[in-house]
């Protein structure tokens, strides 16, 4: 006989339900208890994913105009000491008093080199410390260097004092250069970061124009008084400090260092989403490959190729652009001792520097980063001998904008051409030897042009120098540099 067992029913689950105040609910019938809550387990999120989730906020707004001003001051400084070392070294005894030319080239371009010099010191030591101390202490250490610096050159009694208190300022600057964009690039949100680093430099000519006005304002329209206009300069620096100290750590130290509390507080007020510590994953520390394996196999060409187009590039930059003022009166075409001349030709060089940087940014994503980087470069060269070599009024101006339209174009596409070179392991170490590189040649570029000038006697050697790298540099990347438009990052 089989025995057919109890039946076992359960109540099903009724679906009117009611809602308490409290947001809560129970069911309608109260002899019907409530399922069990579900338990959500939410997963590790890293740095990454909550910046790309939080997208763009008004905090991004904030610190790319604070970091932007910054850069701004950052050219502003650099090209300063070309506008103004005339008159200072006239003072010194190193120009001409009459036609501002130099009577001691060595001298004039190691002063011009001394800010270039401080920065490569500031680079190496501030952008190592940041790693290992936090972003946010050596951001507002950088400017303040700075600014203090900037404002004792006004005391400067001689050529070794003046280049001592320029190094020294570089010093400061050097660490805005690597810090600055390291981290604005650590706030924005992934599918927005190549936009606004881009952007990032948009503010570099605005500092070459706003070293124009001031070198105006002080030295033309006061009659020479560049210690005062040192003391100015410091004031806008102390004012990028104050705006700096409004800006937190970067969430992704905090988070490399196991601080996941303040690495969530901090992406709390970026992202402008809740984040807590326990879904925040810590950022992995990746170990930088070493040098020598950039100079083998296949990375070997990538390498040649990186270290010959940032040669180009600084040379024809910091040679050109440090020296311009004389370089314009070595023409003898112009009257340039007339300074309203010379401020109209400056501004249009700075000018001409903004359309070939858009020009740029619009060409890498459509055409390629190598393409257009190779055309600027050898369009470049090209345009530089045009102006090395001009005999006439127009010539001199067509020159001078080509030059500094593709120029300052193929600085917006080396960056993400060279960040694109390398495969992961090696990205920071070969965007390393670039930079090191770039700001050795840097400070050699107006040291190379003072040489060619004092052996030459003239303008002509020394600009057809930068217009031959130019085009070497071009060419290099044109024939041995590969495309990386669309490669996925290895």
Not at 101 to 128: C, I, M
Not at 252 to 279: C, H, I, K, M, P
Request: aromatic share 14%.
């Amino acid at each position: 006989m089989r025995v057919t067992p109890p039946s076992l029913s359960f109540p099903r689950r009724r679906l009117d339900i009611w809602p308490l105040h409290s947001g809560r609910f129970l069911p309608a019938n109260p002899h019907i208890l409530p399922c069990a809550p579900r338990v959500v387990v939410t997963a590790t999120r890293t740095v990454e994913d909550v910046l790309r989730g939080g997208g763009f906020t008004s905090f991004h707004r904030r610190v790319v105009l604070i970091t932007g001003f910054a850069w701004t001051f950052v050219a502003f400084e650099i090209i300063l000491i070309s506008l103004v070392l005339p008159v200072i070294g006239a003072e010194f005894g190193i120009v001409d008093p009459t036609t501002f030319t130099p009577t001691d080239p060595f001298q004039y371009g190691a002063v011009a080199s001394a800010t270039l010099v401080g920065s490569l010191v500031g680079s190496l030591t501030l952008g190592r410390l940041s790693d290992a101390r936090g972003r946010r202490f050596l951001f507002q250490a950088s400017v303040v260097s700075y600014s203090i610096f900037t404002a004792l050159t006004a005391l400067s009694i001689n050529v070794p004092s003046l280049f001592v208190l320029r190094m020294l300022a570089g010093v400061g600057l050097g660490g805005l250069l690597v810090i600055d964009p390291a981290i604005l690039s650590e706030y924005l949100p992934p599918q927005h970061r190549g936009r606004y680093m881009v952007l990032l430099d948009f503010f570099w000519p605005a500092g070459f124009l706003v070293a124009i006005a001031f070198w105006y304002v002080f030295v033309v329209g006061l009659g020479g008084a560049w210690r005062l206009l040192f003391l100015a300069a410091s004031f806008p620096a102390f004012i990028a400090f104050l705006f700096r100290r409004t800006i937190p750590e970067s969430p992704f130290y905090l988070a490399r260092q196991g601080r996941l509390e303040e690495a969530s507080n901090v992406l709390r007020q970026v992202a402008r989403t809740d984040v807590s510590s326990s879904q925040l994953a810590a950022e992995p520390t990746i170990p930088r490959a070493p040098v020598s394996d950039l100079f083998r196999g296949e990375l070997l060409r990538r390498t040649t190729v990186t270290i010959g187009v940032w040669i180009a590039l600084n040379f024809s930059y910091y040679g050109l652009f440090l020296w311009l003022p004389p370089a314009l009166a070595g023409f003898g075409i112009v009257d340039f001792g007339n300074p309203n001349t010379l401020a109209l030709f400056l501004v249009f060089s700075a000018v001409a520097q903004f359309p070939g940087y858009a020009a740029s940014f619009l060409l890498v994503d459509r055409w390629g980063r190598k393409r257009t980087l190779a055309l600027f470069l050898i369009l470049g060269g090209f345009s530089g001998y045009v102006f090395a070599t001009a005999r006439d009024f127009w010539t001199l101006v067509v020159g001078l904008f080509f030059v500094s339209f593709f120029n300052l174009g193929a600085w917006g596409a080396v960056y993400p051409y060279t960040s694109e070179l390398f495969p992961t392991q090696y990205r920071a170490t070969g965007f390393g030897l670039a930079e090191g590189v770039g700001k050795v040649t840097a400070v050699l570029a107006p040291l190379a042009f003072a040489a060619l000038y004092a052996t030459t006697g003239g303008v002509l050697w020394p600009l057809t120098s930068v217009a031959i790298l130019m085009l070497i540099g071009g060419l290099i990347a044109g024939f041995f540099g590969p495309e990386t438009k669309g490669a996925s990052f290895t």
